[in-house]
């Protein structure tokens, strides 16, 4: 029996997580389940995995989900412990009751309990990639240090960890992380300043949380998905190759030194990295459909256009800079895709954004989860007055 800890579990990662549970409740049980505002669907979380703890990230939080739990008709005697905040989040992650937690808070308000989690030396089943943005040096430090297990959940990650059990390490030149190409694959750069948040939610593959679809849309999440397989992998960013492949099947490809390249494929279906996360070095039925191999099918392979998607180029370039470049690159992002999401800039800015926020915060090595938010704050601060200023006339700029 595993007893976990889910940080972000009402959101897409999270219910995913908790249908993997749901179906082999024989093996696991929640010791923790840690939300945000969504108290409606924590309540109910609640009510069916009976958790010792509930986090929710404010105090009036932790009220709504009281009166939701009464509500409910949930006896006293069957609340779990509420608490609200980060330090609930960290214990919850770092009790000794747990032995897994699954990273899947959006952005770096997941990064301290991660850290935490992983200089417990837990298994910790990564989703928060944006804790390895932010904090790639301090979090693989604790891993290393503390002997954690990272097993990414991130599907091409997933792949390329699966891949690399098939042979040496030292004998792998390249890895192949594939990405869908987003809703905008085949716009043009000129419709690409008319393109609403409507049409960027409209993922063709994959159906996750508004801030990664957008970064989808952008190829924001591919570029962050190249710097966390350089700190997952232990690979220099000229070695991790992005290619479009729009069915979304085949996840990653490694390549060996004689050109030999093995690649992951299942089916689009988050449960599957989540299901192997929990239960690596083994393997259980999943409840997701094998491929038909009797069915003829198509895969396409195309490189990505850096020229209409630069923020892909971006990722690169902060990865190889090194230091808090990637820290201030995740959080100009966050800005610029909420004030996206809330039509205050248009899609084409959000690159602008992101580009100029770091040439304003200058690259510094942040030693500490303190001195990462430090930098974190400092970014926010400046990604907003460039939105402010590029969104003052109440027009929506490209
Ligand atoms: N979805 C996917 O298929 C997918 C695939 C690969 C990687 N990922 C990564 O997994 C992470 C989660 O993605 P998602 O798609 O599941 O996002 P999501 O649906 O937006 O869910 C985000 C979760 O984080 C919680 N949260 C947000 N702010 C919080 C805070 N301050 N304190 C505590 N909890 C907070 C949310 O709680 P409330 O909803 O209760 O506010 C929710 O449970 C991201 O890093 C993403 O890049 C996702």
Not at 104 to 121: C, D, N, S, W
Not at 190 to 210: D, F, K, S
Not at 220 to 246: D, R, T, Y
Request: charged share 20%.
């Amino acid at each position: 029996m595993k007893t976990l800890t889910v940080l972000g579990s009402t959101g897409s990662i999270g219910t995913n997580t908790l249908d993997v549970i749901r179906r082999n409740r024989h093996a696991y049980e929640v010791y923790g389940l840690v939300a945000g505002r969504n108290v409606e669907a924590l309540a109910s979380q609640i009510v069916e995995f009976s958790p010792k703890v509930a986090v929710v990230a404010t105090s009036d939080g932790v009220a709504h989900l009281s009166n939701r739990l009464t509500g409910l008709g949930l006896s006293k005697r069957q609340w779990p412990e509420l608490l609200w905040g980060n330090s609930a989040r960290v214990q919850v992650a770092t009790s000794a009751e747990v032995d897994t937690v699954i990273s899947a808070i959006v952005g770096v308000a997941g990064l301290e309990a991660t850290y935490e989690a992983a200089r417990r030396g837990k298994r910790i089943g990564l989703a928060n990639k944006e804790a390895l943005v932010s904090g790639g040096n301090l979090l693989m430090r604790a891993v290393a240090e503390h002997g954690a297990e990272l097993l990414p959940i991130d599907s091409e990650h997933n792949g390329v960890h699966q891949c690399l059990r098939a042979g040496n390490r030292g004998e792998v030149t390249k890895l192949l992380l594939t990405a869908s190409g987003g809703p905008f694959r085949d716009t043009p750069r000129e419709a690409l300043a008319r393109v609403t948040p409507e049409q960027a939610l409209n993922h063709p593959t994959w159906r996750m949380g508004n801030r990664i679809t957008i970064d989808s849309a952008t190829l924001m999440n591919k570029g962050f998905e190249v710097i966390e397989a350089c700190w997952l992998f232990g690979f220099a960013p000229s070695q991790v190759q992005v290619v479009v492949h729009p069915q979304s099947t085949v996840h990653a490809m490694i390549e060996y030194s004689d050109g030999s390249v093995l690649a992951q494929i299942s089916a689009t279906d988050m449960r599957m990295p989540i299901q192997y996360a929990l239960t690596y070095p083994d393997r259980c039925e999943a409840p997701v459909p094998k491929i038909d191999w009797n069915q003829a099918r198509r895969w396409e392979f195309l490189p990505p256009d850096t020229q209409r998607f630069p923020l892909l180029q971006l990722a690169y370039e902060c990865q190889e800079a090194g230091g808090s470049a990637t820290c201030t690159l995740n959080e100009a992002d966050e800005v610029a895709v909420e004030a996206f999401l809330q039509e205050r800039i248009g899609f084409l800015t959000i690159s602008e954004v992101v580009r100029e926020t770091l040439t304003r915060v200058p690259v510094r090595t942040a030693r500490t989860v303190d001195e990462v938010l430090g930098i974190d704050g400092e970014s926010r601060r400046v990604a907003r007055e460039l939105v402010a200023a590029r969104s003052t006339a109440g027009a929506v700029t490209a």
